[in-house]
């Protein structure tokens, strides 16, 4: 595939449209623009402010992580059982996509109702969750309920995107994806402010309704580019399984696949974590504001990282990702002694590693051979493997620190502990760095 990217013109558009609409003899008009316009970008920003509900609540677990540890009735749970909370709703809401990209698929006509309906299931759960005394309560509701729910009224910004935006995907999708570093930088302190003013149940039920109702009023602005096809009764639908999926045999495919992987376990246990070893250090108010720093940093990350990619090979840009965000966690995180390290560290790592996912479309879209309508299921697939990685990573780093003790590893390096947690963390984004290297030398053969 050339490296320009593939530029949808006015008579290609109306080519796509008659493609995607089923019915015979229907009278085709031209598409809104690709690129620009106001329905593109209105598109845009309703879809950062879903980004904002969904992910940036999501990415602040690491503040009920250290008040469910801290706090009765859950402080007598093991910490691997409470992380499990968090890294369940991620993984739900990373893996889920690539289920629904198939069925819907099949079933476009379904896509506005399901949002909705991922929408209400979101809102039950969190809610519910408000009721909990038992850990296992919280898994269930807070990380499967809630993770299941978020990921389905998540699809429209997977699906359309690559609708509305052609040569800008990647500054658009930084934009969109930024919104997990706005609402990861507020909601932190929104929570330690609420969960001292009014507790924990009253906590979880003022963010179901609030962030519910914001995301409904962005999935207002969530229309696609093409009109929804409409199906008679008796008449056939696409195959649930589309034709020509040969490309996800290829090397390039799997590559990109294994690579993004071995990154996720490097990023979660790091947003997870970085709030119980700041509190080590200095009080709950500085580890707020570290998470806080944390997931701010990767709106910064999605913006400068996703509009790289549209200038440069992404493997270049996810192989600078990885190796430096490989040394802030040796060299930084691993001899912090003091909360200055650790904001430099998140500042680094934060966006460097945080904004790695803007480079997810560019490569969807490399991966596919730049066949539109298989974009939004490679995405879901890298989406997948990185929901695997959001248990994985986090699973292997808590018994890492539990086998720790507290102890420090010794030179100044890994105190409290986490020695061998900021081993793995380093050692997999190096891994990933690795990982880049091989993507470039099979992307260099596909497209020479």
């Given at each position: 595939m050339p490296d320009t990217p593939t530029v949808l013109s006015a008579q290609s558009s109306m080519v796509a449209l008659r493609a995607v609409d089923p019915q015979e003899?229907?009278?085709v008009q031209e598409l809104?623009?690709?690129?620009?316009?106001?329905?593109?970008?209105?598109?845009?920003?309703?879809?950062?402010?879903?980004?904002?509900?969904?992910?940036?609540?999501?990415?602040?677990?690491?503040?009920?992580?250290?008040?469910?540890?801290?706090?009765?009735?859950?402080?007598?749970?093991?910490?691997?059982?409470?992380?499990?909370?968090?890294?369940?709703a991620l993984a739900l809401q990373f893996g889920e996509p690539l289920l629904m990209s198939i069925f819907l698929g099949r079933y476009p006509d379904f896509l506005r109702m399901s949002m909705w309906l991922g929408l209400a299931v979101y809102f039950v759960s969190l809610f519910a969750s408000s009721f909990a005394t038992n850990v296992w309560q919280l898994i269930l509701l807070q990380g499967f309920g809630v993770g299941a729910g978020a990921g389905i009224a998540y699809m429209p910004v997977i699906?359309?995107?690559?609708?509305?935006?052609?040569?800008?995907?990647g500054l658009a999708g930084g934009i969109i994806f930024a919104g997990t570093g706005i609402g990861g930088f507020v909601f932190p302190f929104l929570l330690t402010t609420l969960l001292e003013k009014v507790g924990l149940a009253w906590t979880l039920r003022i963010c179901a309704i609030g962030t519910s109702l914001c995301a409904g009023i962005a999935m207002l602005g969530m229309r696609s580019r093409y009109p929804t096809p409409k199906f008679s009764a008796g008449q056939p639908r696409p195959k649930l399984f589309p034709p020509h999926l040969d490309w996800i045999k290829a090397p390039l495919f799997w590559s990109v696949i294994i690579t993004n992987f071995v990154q996720?376990?490097?990023?979660?246990?790091?947003?997870l974590y970085i709030a119980v070893?700041?509190?080590?250090?200095?009080?709950?108010?500085?580890?707020?504001?570290?998470?806080?720093?944390?997931?701010?940093?990767?709106?910064?990350?999605?913006?400068?990282?996703?509009h790289m990619s549209d200038r440069f090979p992404y493997p270049s840009v996810m192989l600078v990702s990885a190796v430096a965000s490989s040394l802030a966690a040796f060299l930084l995180w691993g001899f912090a002694d003091a909360a200055l390290y650790l904001y430099f560290f998140v500042i680094v790592f934060g966006t460097l590693s945080g904004g790695y996912a803007a480079t997810w479309m560019n490569a969807a879209v490399d991966c596919t051979g730049g066949r539109r309508e298989y974009v939004g299921i490679a995405f879901s697939a890298t989406s997948f493997v990185k929901g695997i990685a959001a248990i994985v990573g986090p699973a292997i780093s808590g018994l890492l620190l539990e086998a720790g003790q507290g102890a420090s590893t010794g030179n100044g390096f890994g105190?409290?502990?986490?020695?061998?947690?900021?081993l793995f963390v380093g050692s997999c984004a190096l891994a990933s760095g690795l990982g880049s290297l091989i993507v470039t030398v099979i992307r260099n053969r596909v497209v020479s």
């Open positions: 003899g229907t009278n809104p623009p690709v690129d620009r316009g106001f329905r593109a970008w209105s598109f845009c920003a309703a879809a950062f402010v879903l980004e904002m509900m969904i992910w940036g609540f999501s990415f602040s677990f690491g503040i009920f992580q250290e008040y469910y540890t801290s706090h009765p009735p859950f402080n007598s749970s093991s910490s691997v059982s409470i992380t499990a909370v968090g890294t369940v699906r359309y995107l690559p609708e509305w935006f052609s040569e800008r995907r996720g376990t490097a990023q979660f246990p790091v947003q070893y700041t509190k080590n250090i200095s009080d709950q108010f500085t580890a707020t504001v570290i998470l806080s720093l944390y997931n701010a940093s990767a709106t910064m990350g999605f913006i400068l990282l996703g105190r409290f502990g986490f020695g061998a947690v900021e």
